[in-house]
């Protein structure tokens, strides 16, 4: 069964950083695209980032673009989601999913599967 961890999260000063990380279980995450989303009370869910299956390919949601990276390590089944100069706008529950996609990835979330439970990110002073 497709399966996806997330991690990471956290209570954050505005300006600070988090790393996320989501970790495939039951399945490889190489063949598949990896996107992160987040959900913030009230609103609707939101890709944030999206990484192909090779990691040549990423793509950032205007809203983190500079502020953002994410990367895969295959060997490690591993995405993680750097966030730099984290808002008060940024806190949301953050969820990783996977897509099977060959050369590219979309932020919509239609198509993902294998949703987590998410990780809490609050950028609060």
């Known amino acids: 069964q497709l399966q996806l961890v997330e991690s990471g999260g956290g209570l954050v000063q505005p300006g600070g950083s988090l790393r996320l990380s989501c970790v495939a279980s039951?399945?490889?995450?190489?063949?598949?695209?990896i996107g992160w989303f987040r959900q913030a009370p009230g609103k609707e869910r939101e890709g944030v980032a999206c990484?192909?299956?090779?990691?040549?390919?990423?793509n950032y949601a205007g809203s983190v673009k500079g502020r953002s990276t994410i990367s895969r390590d295959n060997a490690e089944n591993t995405v993680h989601l750097q966030m730099n100069s984290l808002k008060p706008e940024d806190t949301a529950v953050y969820y990783c999913?996977?897509?099977?996609?060959?050369?590219?990835?979309?932020?919509?979330?239609?198509?993902?599967?294998?949703w987590g439970q998410g990780t809490q990110v609050t950028v609060s002073s």
């Open positions: 990484i192909s299956r090779s990691g040549l390919l990423r």
């Open positions: 999913a996977a897509r099977l996609m060959d050369y590219s990835c979309s932020l919509p979330e239609y198509g993902y599967l294998g």
């Open positions: 039951g399945f490889t995450l190489e063949a598949y695209a």
